[in-house]
Each structure stands twice: as structure tokens, then as C-alpha cells.
């Protein structure tokens, strides 16, 4: 069975700073995973994904996630963060891209501050 | 891309009753998820819904409690029935991008209040 952990539920950070949101997942297969944002009142929306290659995978609005086999990590960074990246962020893995079967994390709260 | 629209945004229901939401997606898409999102905790996928065959429930979600209808390739419906308190969660629907790179779309959700 699939598992994906997030262990921090909320990060303050100020605004210009770097920000990492931890990821780790446990599975038996090859995995796809994925990193999405959900703005407050809003659906949730896809920042990046890996599936294969690289293991530096780059997203929208400056932010970049490393594909770790060894450690199950797929970490969520971002050099400087500003206000409006104030959102909940989740983590997902699914083991074929082509099922649409996701397992979510739990979700970590980033708090951008001024 | 995909632009799914849900009705109602948001509902307070009373203990008991039953409720439906609906999911409008601007394209055909063959498969159309719904998620439940309880306070405070992450996604889980309640059922898979595809045009003309059965919702496939996932495990602890039964079709007498969350019934789904999929009449075609661009709608379907979720309901909710004999509501509890317990059922209060925001719930979504969802959509594959057609081309199995795994990308979901997500709709902006529907936040239902049990009282």
C-alpha cells in the first residue's frame, strides 16, 4: 500500500525567504508524484509533477521539487517566497499516472509574513 | 486544460436530509472523480464515476450513502443522503487530463455544513 507523509502542518515564513515543504511517501511500486496548491476557497491546482528523468522537476510560480528514491522524499522548495504563496499545499503519489489514483498527504499550511 | 464548475458552493443541510451536487466540465472526459475533504485533513476519493457504467465506490464509501449519476461525458452528480454532522466536508470533483500524464483538475469544491 501507498502512503504519503507530510509532517509539518503549518510553515510561517517571511515573505523573501526560502521555503521547504517536506514530503516523504512510502510505496512497493514505481511511483508518479505530485505537488498541488490550493488557494483559500479555491479547488486544488497542479504546481509540479514527476514521472520519469530528471529528478529536479521545476513548476509554476518559481517553485521546484526533488524526486529523492533513496530517502521517498520529494521535497517542495522555493527561493523566495512572497505573500500571495500564502495557500495549503499537498503532496500526492499514485503508482500509474493512467488510473488517476491518488493518495494525498495531509497537507502542509505555508503562512507567508510581510 | 479543463474548467469543471460545481453547484452549490456551499450549503448548510440539516441532519438527516439528503443533498446533491453537480459537476460541469467544459469538455468530454471519460473518468470524473470525487473527493471528500473533512476539516482540517487531506483528500480522500470517495468514487470514480465513468459515462454509462457504474461509480466504483472506494473502500468505506457505499453507493446508498453517496450515490452518483454520470449521464454523459461533461456532467454528473454526487449525493449526499441522510446527512450527519459527521459528513460535513468540502467535496470535489475532479477530472483526468486526457492525456495519462496524471494531472487532475479540480473544481473550486462544495462546503456543506451539517447541523
Known amino acids: 500500500a501507498q502512503s504519503v507523509t507530510q509532517l509539518d502542518s503549518q510553515v510561517p515564513v517571511f515573505e523573501e525567504a526560502p521555503v521547504e515543504l517536506r514530503c516523504n511517501y512510502s510505496?512497493?511500486?514505481?511511483?508518479?508524484l505530485f505537488w498541488y496548491v490550493q488557494y483559500p476557497n479555491q479547488g486544488l491546482q497542479l504546481l509540479l509533477k514527476?514521472?520519469?528523468?530528471?529528478?529536479l522537476v521545476k513548476g509554476i510560480n518559481g517553485f521546484e521539487a526533488e524526486f529523492n528514491k533513496s530517502q521517498t522524499s520529494f521535497h517542495l522548495r522555493k527561493p523566495s517566497v512572497h505573500i500571495s504563496d500564502t495557500a495549503e499545499y499537498f503532496c500526492?503519489?499514485?503508482?500509474?499516472?493512467?488510473?488517476?489514483?491518488?493518495?494525498f498527504g495531509t497537507g502542509t499550511r505555508l503562512k507567508v509574513l510581510a | 486544460s479543463a474548467v469543471i464548475s460545481q453547484k452549490p458552493s456551499r450549503d448548510i443541510c440539516q441532519r438527516g436530509t439528503s443533498l446533491t451536487i453537480q459537476c460541469q466540465v467544459d469538455?468530454?472526459?471519460?473518468?470524473m472523480f470525487w473527493y471528500r475533504q473533512q476539516p482540517g485533513q487531506s483528500l480522500t476519493l470517495i468514487a470514480t464515476?465513468?459515462?454509462?457504467?457504474?461509480?466504483?465506490?472506494e473502500s468505506g464509501f457505499v453507493i446508498d450513502k453517496f450515490p452518483i449519476s454520470r449521464p454523459n461525458l461533461t456532467f454528473s452528480t454526487l449525493t449526499v443522503s441522510n446527512m450527519s454532522p459527521e459528513d460535513s466536508s468540502i467535496y470535489l470533483c475532479?477530472?483526468?487530463?486526457?492525456?495519462?500524464?496524471?494531472?487532475?483538475?479540480f473544481g473550486e469544491g462544495s462546503r456543506l455544513t451539517v447541523l
Open positions: 475532479s477530472v483526468g487530463d486526457g492525456a495519462n500524464t496524471g494531472e487532475l483538475f
Open positions: 510505496s512497493s511500486v514505481s511511483v508518479y
Open positions: 514527476y514521472l520519469s528523468g530528471s529528478t
Open positions: 500526492a503519489v499514485s503508482d500509474f499516472a493512467g488510473t488517476y489514483k491518488y493518495i
Open positions: 469538455s468530454q472526459v471519460t473518468m
Open positions: 464515476a465513468n459515462q454509462g457504467s457504474e461509480a466504483t465506490y
